[in-house]
């Protein structure tokens, strides 16, 4: 008799860039996207919005000429339930009962069998409106009493106190004020929105669609339709792309969906184009960040009192924990004894805003950094030295009070960044090159100037403070039929590589290869409730309790045969026997905080993340002065990630990250009239392609958690932290003008460099 032992030391797919285990379905065309679906009987939906930003609706008109037999058409009084949408505050409606808050707002849902016919239908509806005073700015909604049906214009505030803030500045040899302002920010993912909705015989309802977090949908549609959680089952599809912006909205169009089949009996695909999806979807909140910091002569920070206001826009979403995240960031990545950080988030007569990622923390953290290099100007330092005098270490103490005990890496990744770019050297050899430029006139040639900024960033991996505890997530891993291991969660995939990394991470735990583990499709009625696909969590949390769950059935398969398995044949044997000797095999995981984590919600203080991610940003600057066109030349980024599951999706969703951010940065801006969206097309709200983001060198830095599966931390929102100010600095390096206001665009840069020839004349 051959006795086999258990499977040791085999080859690991952890850290290797193995296949991605969906590329070949998307790139052949096999994979079906929502829109890709059309069951029987189905029904196309749209919705009747509002075209103003604040009024009260006084009648609505449907054309008498118009043939509305084979129309569906709900509005409020056909919500079975609750009408709001169920998220942190249950204050915005499925659909206008009679006040208009913004621009864009759904009132009504109509469905037809031909998509050309329900285009003629919404054409046919009149909605007649009183309007009423906009308040469509933070300042005006700062400065009012409150909007319309508001009890208050602010949505939500924080307060981060530690130290003698008086007594730090009375230490400064130098005080500098700022205030730094960004702009919103199209998710602009590459798949639409879009839903299919259907009642079930039984009276249940299913809804699939593009989305990022199902149970958020669930619950929303439990409250929506009056139905108990085992009768709403959400599922998704393949998904093209999210960034947040599939976070919460998805709530929103599955609600106009389900209401629809609910009145037709039928099934109902509703499916924005790009122009509904840029007017009405949520977007990075504006952010209007004020500092008045204190240094030393020796450039030491004593005291920072921050100040941040977010444009919530109508109604609150996710307003309060993108306004956390952000003031938790706004201080920087370094260590300041005496600090005061108030947030606020005010409401406007402007559609919501709500995820992006980075959530937050891009906001404040470009103000962070650019207000750095006001600092070091003031004391005639150079900004990478101010940032080694004050960046965090081990042992050093957050805003809330946080100790870092493990995994600080800001001083590596600056280090490795400034090697890797040289930028001392270049920074000298361009100061030299510029001065030429600068001083040929207008007329005389190509006039280009080019400069290197530098940026340094923290970013909390994981749900703020108690979150994760509050979520109290399952993931779980069982044998499927073929006697393949297979996992349960509901973190979904939207390109950023989930099904590879879970499968390599249950691969090693189990010690079987990637190849034989199955990622069941995220189904409300069959995956447990593992938290939502947000906040750089998916890896780092429910990658974790994955890989628990695998070694817990790798110990139970073993006590069931000891003899255990050599390959991936034989492990699909010994599982088969188990599953037809002792029946299914089940292991749950849920999420458990790691030891010595403390956070009080109520005074904002304690350990506000269980680890931070790091990134150091390099960026080159080329500026035409004629033109005011401010192009990035070269980018040099290392990121510290904990461990790279997969080293090439991790460089890739830097890559990506740094590109988003490049184009908040320089290109992207969302253009207003009267409350609404402006250019909500492509051919007026201008992203990167290809042709217009520089060269990149990835530098993948690696110091592990312990708290995170085999070291891993989080890296999807981290790459968005950091370039916009490092090109901001790059611009006044190479021009001399500060650009406290992004996007940097050419009337903004030509604005100030005309102050330039000035000076110069």
């Known amino acids: 008799m051959v006795t086999r032992s258990p499977a040791v030391n085999r080859p690991r797919s952890i850290g290797r860039s193995v296949p991605k285990k969906d590329a070949a379905a998307k790139v052949t065309g096999a994979a079906l996207y929502v829109d890709d679906l059309s069951p029987e009987g189905l029904l196309h939906g749209a919705t009747v919005r509002s075209e103003i930003p604040a009024g009260r609706i006084t009648r609505i008109e449907f054309d008498s000429a118009f043939d509305w037999s084979q129309v569906t058409i709900v509005d409020h009084r056909d919500i079975p339930g609750n009408n709001c949408i169920a998220l942190i505050e249950y204050d915005q409606p499925a659909l206008v009962e009679n006040e208009i808050r913004h621009a864009d707002e759904p009132i009504l849902l109509l469905a037809h069998p031909d998509r050309e016919k329900l285009q003629q239908a919404l054409r046919a509806v009149k909605v007649h409106c009183e309007p009423l005073e906009a308040v469509l700015t933070m300042e005006r909604s700062i400065a009012c009493a409150r909007l319309v049906h508001a009890t208050d214009n602010v949505q939500k505030r924080f307060l981060i106190q530690r130290g003698d803030l008086e007594a730090g500045f009375a230490r400064a040899h130098k005080i500098v004020e700022r205030e730094y302002r960004v702009g919103h920010q199209e998710h602009l993912y590459i798949e639409n929105n879009g839903v299919i909705a259907r009642m079930e015989a039984d009276g249940s309802l299913v809804v699939e669609g593009s989305l990022q977090c ?14 108990p959680a085992e009768k709403v089952r959400v599922v998704q599809t ?105 947030g606020r988030a005010v409401a406007t007569n402007t559609p919501p805003n709500g995820a992006f990622r980075g959530f937050g923390a891009p906001q404040t953290l470009f103000a962070a950094e650019l207000h750095m290099d006001h600092l070091a100007e003031s004391l005639g330092m150079d900004p990478l030295e101010i940032r080694r005098r004050n960046l965090y270490r081990l042992g050093d103490v957050t805003p809330t009070g946080q100790v870092l005990r493990e995994s600080v890496s800001a001083s590596e990744c600056l280090e490795k960044a400034v090697k890797v770019s040289g930028y001392v050297k270049r920074r000298k050899a361009l100061d030299a090159a510029n001065r030429k430029a600068l001083a040929r006139p207008a007329g005389k040639g190509p006039r280009k100037v080019r400069g290197i900024g530098l940026s ?101 398969l073993l006590e069931f045969d000891p003899r255990g398995w050599s390959d991936d044949r034989s492990f699909r044997k ?188």
């Open 456 to 556: 340094l960033v923290h970013h909390g991996a994981g749900f703020t403070g108690s979150g994760e505890v509050k979520l109290a997530s399952i993931a779980s891993l069982d044998l499927s039929p073929e006697g393949r291991p297979r996992a349960l969660a509901a973190s979904t995939e939207i390109g950023q590589g989930t099904v590879t990394i879970f499968s390599q991470m249950i691969g090693d735990a189990l010690q079987v290869s990637h190849d034989l583990v199955e990622v069941a499709q995220p189904d409300t009625l069959r995956v447990p409730n593992s938290g939502p696909t947000v906040a750089s969590r998916t890896c780092m949390v429910v990658g974790g309790l994955l890989s628990q769950a695998a070694a817990d059935m790798r110990a139970r």
């Open 238 to 342: 393949v998904t093209g792309g999210g960034f947040g912006g599939k976070e919460e909205y998805p709530s929103m169009i599955s609600a106009h969906a389900a209401l629809l089949a609910r009145k037709s009996g039928r099934p109902v695909k509703l499916i924005y184009d790009r122009m509904e999806d840029i007017a009405a979807t949520t977007k990075r909140h504006p952010a209007i960040v004020r500092h008045r910091s204190g240094v030393t002569e020796e450039g030491e920070l004593v005291a920072q009192d921050i100040d941040v206001i977010m444009d919530g826009g109508a109604y609150v979403t996710l307003s309060p924990v993108v306004l956390s995240r952000g003031i938790l960031h706004a201080g920087g990545p370094y260590r300041c004894p005496n600090v005061r950080i108030t």
């Open 574 to 761: 010994l599982a088969l026997r188990h599953l037809k000797e002792r029946g299914a095999l089940r292991i749950d995981r849920q999420y458990q905080p790691p030891s010595g984590i403390e956070w009080n919600d109520d005074t904002y203080t304690g350990d506000a993340y269980g680890v931070f991610a790091w990134a150091c940003n390099v960026i080159e600057v080329e500026v035409d002065l004629d033109t005011g066109d401010a192009r990035p030349v070269e980018v040099v980024t290392a990121n510290d990630v904990g461990k790279a599951i997969h080293p090439r999706l991790a460089e890739g969703q830097i890559e990506g990250g740094v590109s988003q951010a490049l184009g908040w940065a320089i290109l992207e801006e969302l253009r207003w009239k009267d409350g609404r969206v402006w250019n909500q097309q492509l051919t007026n709200y201008i992203i990167p392609t290809s042709m217009d983001c520089p060269p990149m060198k990835v530098i993948v830095v690696e110091n592990p958690y312990s708290g995170g599966p085999f070291g891993a931390k989080g890296v999807g929102e981290l790459p968005m932290d950091g370039p916009a100010p490092a090109v901001v600095a790059a611009v006044r390096h190479a021009t001399g003008q500060w650009m406290d206001e992004i996007p940097i665009s050419p009337e903004r840069l030509l604005e100030k460099l005309a102050r330039l020839e000035e000076a110069l004349t």
């Open 214 to 227: 199902p149970y958020y949908v669930h619950k929303a549609l439990m409250h929506l339709m009056g139905l």
